[in-house]
């Protein structure tokens, strides 16, 4: 793999960040500085080190956190924007990802790890992994609307699905869905309703497969447990 990529599968930086450290001379492969972020390594193998110290594997880690709203999930915005990484502050981790986004405006259910094959699998639509969002609406929807919804949008050429879209609770103006999608593509969720012309007021993402938000509290991280691992591999 790529120099850069084998930094990150180690669980030391982002790629972008190892493209940084590779072109101010700070890693070495076989005791040679490399300036070159695409030349092949052997992460197994080839002995590698920044600012002349070993790098090895970190310990393998995966997290869910509670992600409030109005946090990128990004580990260096240029807008200097508040980051998921805000709420890890204080905690003793290696270098992790986030398994797939939520935006800005989102909040719920974040995975993060540093085991990117976990995180491919997660990904892989393939997978079909279902994650399940509850979703208020500045509207009431009918019978009509769910049935356009459920049938699916095009969206700039674009089809947009859900697995399923139910009312959980409606009051004078507003709404609760629960949907559940078995992929995501980029503002899918708000996508889909944008053209139908509803509003969403919050989009909160409360389960991943079988693995639920629950009382996490909001802005707080916890390890996953072994269970919940093996559950989520599954």
């Not at 930094?7 to 972008?16: D, I, P």
Request: glycine letters at 8%; aromatic letters at 2%; a positive charge.
């Amino acid at each position: 793999m790529s120099l850069c990529r084998a930094l990150s599968k180690l669980g030391l930086c982002s790629r972008k960040q190892a493209e940084v450290l590779v072109a101010e001379g700070r890693v070495k492969v076989a005791g040679k500085i490399v300036r070159n972020g695409s030349m092949r390594v052997d992460p197994g193998r080839d002995r590698i080190e920044v600012d002349d110290r070993r790098v090895v594997a970190e310990r393998k880690v995966y997290l869910m956190l509670n992600k409030p709203r109005g946090l990128v999930t990004t580990r260096d915005d240029p807008q200097d924007r508040g980051t998921v990484y805000d709420c890890l502050a204080g905690l003793d981790l290696p270098f992790v990802s986030p398994v797939g986004r939520l935006d800005k405006a989102s909040e719920g259910l974040l995975l993060m790890t540093n085991d990117t094959r976990f995180a491919q699998r997660l990904l892989d639509p393939a997978s079909h992994v279902a994650k399940i969002y509850h979703v208020q609406v500045a509207a009431l929807p009918d019978a009509a609307l769910l049935a356009r919804l459920r049938a699916g949008v095009t969206v700039d050429g674009e089809q947009l699905t859900a697995r399923s879209i139910d009312i959980l609770r409606g009051g004078t103006s507003t709404a609760w869905l629960e949907i559940t999608l078995d992929e995501g593509r980029n503002r899918h969720i708000r996508r889909m309703l944008h053209a139908c012309d509803i509003e969403v007021l919050r989009l909160v993402r409360v389960a991943i497969g079988q693995l639920q938000l629950g009382d996490l509290a909001k802005g707080k991280a916890r390890h996953l447990t072994a269970e919940e691992r093996a559950m989520l591999a599954a």
